[in-house]
């Protein structure tokens, strides 16, 4: 058995790993999450922080890591408790485990980026009510194993982060002229309406076209 | 009645199991909350009052903005350093609810160089708030400056009161009659010594900045002269 095991693992190089991960379930959930259902431009879900936290990419990108780590720590913490937690007061359970998470998340940004934790203001706290934190909980983590749950949640949230991120580089370009804090364009006239939350109304239906023109299929829209 | 129903627990075990769960999660999670709150507020609070005394060194000229907040990159002094500048420098005197610093140039009941204040309210939507220190005899404004994490202003409008074209045009300015906003502040005009720019399509920021300067200018003065009788 063990001899098979190092077979396996010998003759395992053969196959590229860029072929044979992507076979594997954890993968496909992964990228299904990243693009197919990716939260924010093909479910548009999550618009509040969405509108409100991306006038920098800083900004979105950090928004977009704290709903990851608050993700992934409620998936598999979910995951891991599905068995003990009695159906009828699973919702109630699933949204103290996010709390406490979200909570954990605020608290350490708070002391050890201070910066940061300011510049996304409410935003963090709000991650609670985020509804697909709660929605992988409910659809993904009450039926699978934390690691697949972990990694489910993780392909959600690195789709959040990334739509946010892209959201905030164009709104910082033509609302700052800079990029991640660095000045780009001298001189620059800023756009006040990239700046405040209807300029990324805007965007977010721009980016909800393109993503729809270059990959037609999957359904567009969810909740709020 | 003729079919007596048979009699169901209101409580049965499996209703004990879901009150026991949940119980026992919201338990553990408040209590590791609690922990991590502990972890923590040391750090939290002593960020808060670093930033605070930074500011405040800023607002007297001692610092500037770039060595003390930089962009990029560790301030010029730690947290300890500004600690001890304080402590050789700085006295913290409260009055009333209101908190102001004596700083003298070379130890504490020394010469005096400057008072400071800090002035906060609400603006907009979030918070307004300034450091400015003023000369002795409170006629003149030595410098301000503005902490730009706590600032709660829109982005792009109010929050420019973070910027250094805004505070530092308060260096100079004189605090009698009345400090007072203009839009494109004449430099050549008589009154142009009260003024300060607003800040444009930030007009309650701007006011709130103008009301509170002067409210917390004349509170400092009857303070002192209290303590001078």
């Known amino acids: 058995m063990a001899e ?3 077979i396996q693992k010998a003759s395992a190089p053969a196959i590229p790993l860029t072929q044979r991960l992507p076979q594997t379930k954890g993968w496909k959930e992964l990228v299904r999450d990243i693009w197919d259902d990716n939260p924010t431009f093909r479910m548009i879900l999550a618009m509040c922080p969405t509108m409100g936290a991306t006038n920098m990419a800083i900004n979105g990108m950090a928004q977009g890591l704290a709903t990851l780590i608050a993700t992934v ?3 598999a913490t979910v995951a891991a408790l ?3 937690i009695p159906a009828e007061v699973r919702l109630p359970a699933y949204m103290i485990i996010i709390a406490f998470w979200v909570t954990i998340v ?3 940004l708070r002391a050890y980026l201070p910066p940061l934790s300011a510049a996304l203001g409410p935003y963090v706290p709000l991650i609670i009510t985020n509804c697909f934190v709660l929605g992988r909980a409910e659809a993904f983590a009450s039926q699978n194993s934390p690691g697949l749950s972990a990694l489910d949640a993780l392909g959600v949230g690195l789709g959040f982060t990334m739509s946010l991120t ?4 164009v709104r910082e370009l033509l609302g700052f002229g800079s990029l991640f804090g660095i000045q780009i364009f001298s001189g620059w006239t800023p756009w006040v309406i990239m700046i ?7 965007l977010v239906g721009l980016y909800v076209g393109i993503v729809k023109h270059f990959s037609p299929g999957g359904q567009i829209g969810g909740g709020a | 009645m003729a079919q007596q129903p048979k009699k169901k627990k209101l409580i049965g075990p499996h209703e004990w199991r879901m ?3 949940l119980t026992a999660i919201a338990a553990i999670a408040g209590g590791l909350l609690a922990l991590v709150n502990e972890v923590t507020k040391a750090t939290i609070e002593a960020n808060a009052k670093s930033r605070l005394r930074s500011s405040i060194l800023i607002a007297a000229g001692l610092y500037t903005a770039e060595e003390l907040f930089p962009a990029e990159g560790l301030p010029k002094l730690s947290a300890a350093q500004v600690d001890q500048y304080f402590k050789e420098h700085i006295q913290e005197i409260k009055a009333d609810s209101f908190t102001y610093w004596k700083v003298y140039k070379d130890k504490i009941g020394g010469e005096l160089m400057a008072y400071v204040i800090r002035i906060a309210g609400s603006g907009f939507q979030g918070l307004v708030a300034m450091q400015v220190a003023l000369k002795p005899d409170l006629s003149e404004i030595l410098g301000a400056h503005v902490v730009p994490f706590e600032i709660g202003e829109t982005p792009g409008l109010g929050f420019r009161m973070t910027e250094e074209q805004f505070w530092s045009q308060f260096k100079g300015m004189k605090t009698e009659p009345r400090i007072e906003f203009i839009k494109f502040r004449d430099p050549n005009s008589p009154k142009a010594s009260n003024q300060f720019d607003a800040i444009t399509g930030a007009t309650y ?3 709130t900045v103008r009301d509170l300067l002067n409210q917390t200018i004349a509170k400092l003065r009857k303070i002192i002269q209290k303590e001078q009788k």
Do not use: H, N, W, Y
């Open chain 1, 4 to 6: 098979a095991i190092q």
């Open chain 1, 73 to 75: 720590a409620s998936s």
């Open chain 1, 82 to 84: 599905r068995t003990i």
């Open chain 1, 106 to 108: 605020d608290i350490f």
């Open chain 1, 166 to 169: 892209l959201l905030g580089i």
């Open chain 1, 196 to 202: 405040i939350p209807a300029g990324a109304f805007l």
């Open chain 2, 19 to 21: 009150v026991i769960v």
């Open chain 2, 205 to 207: 920021t701007s006011t």
